[in-house]
Every structure is written in structure tokens, then in C-alpha cells.
């Protein structure tokens, strides 16, 4: 088991920053990627950026390329999502999560997942 804890989230002003981080507890080393997904009101969970912790490479959706950076910690066990240049349209709930096997953007992919933490950017 893997446990996941984000913390980071709150309001921010467009073109402000935040920084998520996603402590791992439990059998860390089981993970093959962590990754951030986000969820809007009354939209699907939508994959906002990975990191593969065999090749060290990174992913990211189109919408976040530019602005946001993922990062991780290996000493703490701790995943990063440095957000910048903050839109009103990434306002949503972000979820760390973490697979044992697959490296991708589909959440069902993901094995364990965190409780998530609201991110609201006004305009």
C-alpha cells in the first residue's frame, strides 16, 4: 500500500503561483510514476502531469505546458507541482496519485491516489 497526502492548495489571483506537494508513505518504492490529476465541477479527472521514476521523464497535458513543473524529492519521499502563470480555468481539485506499473495520462491507470486539495484562481 502507498500512502498519499497533497498539501499546497488555496486561492491564488490569475498570474499568481502555488506550489502542490504529495508526501508518500508506505511501499513508495513499488511506484513506477507519480502524477497530478485534476478534477472541475462536474467534469472528468484530467491528467495534468507525471513523472516516471525509472527514466526520471516527465510528462505534462497541453494545457499546463510552460506553467506548471513537476518535481520530486527522493530523500522525502515527496512529489512537487510548481504552478505558475495561474488561470481562472485551473481551478479544480488536484489529486496525487501513484501506479506500480503504468506510465501514462489515464487515470485508471493509477493505483493509489491521494485525497486531493482544492486550487481556486481568481480572475
Known amino acids: 500500500q502507498v500512502q498519499l497526502v497533497e498539501a499546497g492548495g488555496g486561492l491564488a489571483q490569475a498570474g499568481g503561483s502555488l506550489r502542490l506537494s504529495c508526501a508518500a508513505s508506505?511501499?513508495?518504492?513499488?511506484?513506477?510514476?507519480m502524477g497530478w490529476f485534476r478534477q472541475a465541477p462536474g467534469k472528468e479527472r484530467d491528467f495534468v502531469a507525471s513523472?516516471?521514476?525509472?527514466?526520471?521523464?516527465?510528462l505534462y497535458a497541453d494545457s499546463v505546458k510552460g506553467r506548471f513543473t513537476i518535481s520530486r524529492d527522493n530523500a522525502k519521499n515527496t512529489l512537487y507541482l510548481q504552478m505558475n502563470s495561474l488561470k481562472p480555468e485551473d481551478t479544480a481539485v488536484y489529486y496525487c496519485?501513484?501506479?506500480?506499473?503504468?506510465?501514462?495520462?489515464?487515470?485508471?491507470?493509477?493505483?493509489?491516489w491521494g485525497q486531493g486539495t482544492q486550487v481556486t484562481v481568481s480572475s
Open positions: 508506505g511501499r513508495t518504492f513499488s511506484s513506477s510514476a
Open positions: 513523472f516516471n521514476w525509472s527514466y526520471g521523464n516527465t
Open positions: 496519485a501513484a501506479s506500480t506499473s503504468y506510465i501514462g495520462t489515464r487515470a485508471r491507470g493509477y493505483d493509489y
